[in-house]
């Protein structure tokens, strides 16, 4: 779509044809599986296009997605951002994780489908995974969209991220009441706001604010607490 590289351009993001035949494909893969399990309320291309591709990639605007090893999408879903991000940036050893089997499936699928390597996705609970030596402290960074309220959201992520890492959360609009929100949890999970960024959707228009927390040491050992604790009794 050729509206599609314009938006890109204005966030300088170029992508190669090949990558724009594995969007093209993405896009195909996720309308036919849609029509299986709910994955995604929004199906029209261009709406599609916007509001998950373009959306996923604007992180890419805020870091420096070429210095990143290890990533971690936490509550990945159909694959936003990870997917994108990974396709724009095929050097990314991505893990994403949910706590939904069947999105698995279609995950596991997707990065077969468009041949991407070094994808693997999880079945877990983000409270359980990032107990896991494997896991715990280990990227580089970890990023959600969409997934919950900041305060919740740091518990679940900043776990993940290994010291002088970053945490990338994509929030719409009142993103800035859950960043005030969120102080407290962040700050006894090792972690500082160090960025954040405004943006508006081209078509559509709707607030979108990034915020990037850097990670200063290992995480506390009595976090993440108990799967439960963290959504009914936020850090704040």
């Known amino acids: 779509m050729r509206v599609f590289k314009q938006w890109l351009k204005e ?16 896009y195909d893969t996720l309308v036919e599986w849609n029509e299986k399990m709910n994955l995604t309320r929004i199906t029209d291309k261009e709406d599609a296009y916007e509001k ?6 604007l992180a890419a605007n805020c870091y420096d997605f070429t210095s990143v090893q290890r990533m971690i999408d936490v509550g990945g879903g159909a694959g936003f951002p990870s997917i994108p991000l ?17 999105r698995i499936q279609f995950l596991t699928h997707v990065a077969k489908v468009l041949e991407l390597d070094n994808v693997h996705p ?40 290994k010291p002088q890492g970053v945490w990338i959360a994509m929030k719409g609009k009142g993103g800035e009441e859950e960043r005030e929100e969120a ?29 990037v927390v850097g990670k200063r040491d290992a995480t506390p050992d009595t976090y993440p607490r108990k ?8 850090l704040m």
Do not use: W
Not at 144 to 159: G, K
């Open 11 to 26: 966030i300088d993001v170029a992508l190669t044809h090949d990558q724009i035949k594995q969007f093209e494909t993405y």
């Open 52 to 57: 998950h591709f373009f959306d996923s990639l």
């Open 86 to 102: 990974k396709i724009a940036y095929p050097h990314l050893d991505v893990t994403i994780l949910d706590a939904s089997n069947k």
């Open 122 to 161: 999880i079945h877990s609970r983000a409270e359980d995974a990032a107990r896991d030596d494997n896991h715990r402290d280990q990227y580089d960074v970890a990023i959600a969209r969409a997934v919950a309220r900041m305060p919740v959201l740091a518990e679940y992520c900043l776990p993940f991220v």
């Open 183 to 211: 102080e407290v949890a962040i700050k006894r999970l090792q972690g500082t706001v160090s960025d954040n960024h405004y943006f508006e959707l081209p078509t559509e228009a709707s607030e979108r604010r990034i915020y």
């Open 227 to 234: 799967a439960g604790t963290i959504t009914k009794k936020p």
